[in-house]
């Protein structure tokens, strides 16, 4: 049974930081590449990041340079630390693999929800 769970979300000002994590449970999590998505009030999902099981990372030119993301298969987790947040980072923020897998049908945790606001 696969299952994913987001945590470390809440509301921060901008300038500040947050660290997300990701515990997730399934092989097929730590064979594949691992991501970080948001997903904004009235916008799409957008990938943010990503990370190879041999640690490559990539990021979006929205998050690059403030957003590092890093994993642990032993630990079965994924985290994000979130530097320099500014409002329009505000949305809830969502692990998966990279690219989405048919064989997930479309599964998604609950997301963790980060608020950046003075």
């Known amino acids: 049974q696969v299952q994913l769970g987001e945590s470390g979300g809440g509301l921060v000002q901008p300038g500040g930081s947050l660290r997300l994590s990701c515990a997730h449970s399934g092989s097929i999590f730590s064979i594949n590449d691992m991501a970080w998505y948001r997903q904004a009030p009235g916008k799409e999902r957008e990938l943010l990041a990503t990370i190879s099981n041999g640690g490559r990372t990539s990021y979006s030119d929205s998050v690059k340079g403030r957003f590092t993301i890093s994993r642990e298969n032993d630990m079965s987790m994924v985290w994000l630390q979130m530097n320099r947040l500014k409002a329009e980072d505000s949305a809830v923020y969502y692990c998966?693999?990279?690219?989405?897998?048919?064989?997930?049908?479309?599964?998604w945790g609950p997301g963790t929800r980060v608020t950046v606001s003075s």
């Open positions: 998966n693999t990279d690219p989405l897998l048919d064989l997930l049908e479309g599964y």
